[in-house]
């Protein structure tokens, strides 16, 4: 019925920048709080940033000043600028979303995750 799709990952060196999009598709009538989390190799999956459907930020600790989310309801899409990047923040990145179907049904959905390696 509806899918995240996430993108944008790769591979960048130390400092260097990149932007995630999270593109929902499917039997959407609505989309309210959509989060990105990550998960490193041995480590539990963790908040980067959420987003409310009125467009209020909020960010974990590891995310604070180089990362910023934001989102076009338009396009039912949520980005993730991501700068200043470290070799720690080296992930696979998910997004995760609430979604109100055309039959007003609310569903939790979760998309395929982006990976993101950062090289010292």
């Known amino acids: 019925q509806v899918q995240l799709v996430e993108s944008g990952g790769g591979l960048v060196q130390a400092g260097g920048s990149l932007r995630l999009s999270c593109a929902a598709s499917?039997?959407?009538?609505?989309?309210?709080?959509v989060g990105w989390y990550r998960q490193a190799p041995g480590k539990q999956r963790e908040l980067v940033a959420r987003?409310?459907?009125?467009?209020?930020?909020s960010y974990g600790d590891s995310a604070k000043g180089p990362f910023t989310i934001s989102r076009d309801n338009a396009r039912n899409t949520v980005f993730l600028q991501m700068n200043s990047l470290k070799p720690e923040d080296t992930a696979v990145y998910y997004c995760?979303?609430?979604?109100?179907?055309?039959?007003?049904?609310?569903?939790?959905?979760w998309g395929q995750g982006t990976q993101v390696t950062v090289s010292s």
């Open positions: 995760n979303a609430e979604i109100v179907l055309t039959s007003r049904a609310t569903v939790n959905v």
């Open positions: 987003i409310t459907r009125g467009g209020i930020p």
């Open positions: 499917g039997s959407i009538f609505s989309i309210n709080d």
